[in-house]
């Protein structure tokens, strides 16, 4: 209003040619007024689409680093995975080393047990050779001792007992052979 009661008052003092070119001028001040107001609004909302496009990249920024710390998360956990294999490696390992040290015991085993078994075989054949000719010479031994032995008993008996020539012809005979003896 008093913009307007100022424009009258010049108006009233300004010819009717002069008051069109001021008409002019403030109708032109009003549109560069409107046209700077209206890159204002402009720049605001310009600046508002940054502000957006700048909290989109901070989300943007958030989600990788996240998926960063997941990623880590799985590496982490992928080398649990694998040293938890190493270790499960490690202990079949030492049980196929038992098993194999295992084997190779019962292996030794069962070589002194066929060793054992063997030396066993050759005492007894030594046994059967040495009871066949312990068996042999004592038969031999026997057969010379009786061989020996006889006639002098048999004389000595028949001299103590004064017995006839024909006794004695009796009780001692000629020596047997071996083969009545074996």
Known sequence: QLQQQQLLQQQSQYTPAQQAVLLQQQQQQQQQLQAQQQQQLALQQQQLQQQKQQQQQQQQQQLQQQLQQQQLQQQQQQAAQQAQQQQAQQQQQQQQQQQQQQQQQQQQQQQQQQQQQQQQAQQQAQQQQQAKTNGVSGKESTRSSIQ???????????????????????????????????
Do not use: F, N, R, W
């Open 148 to 182: 020996k032995d006889t006639p002098k008993t048999l004389v000595s008996a028949a001299s103590k007992a004064q017995l006839t020539p024909q006794i004695k012809h009796e009780l001692m005979p000629p020596p047997t052979p071996d083969h009545y003896l074996s």
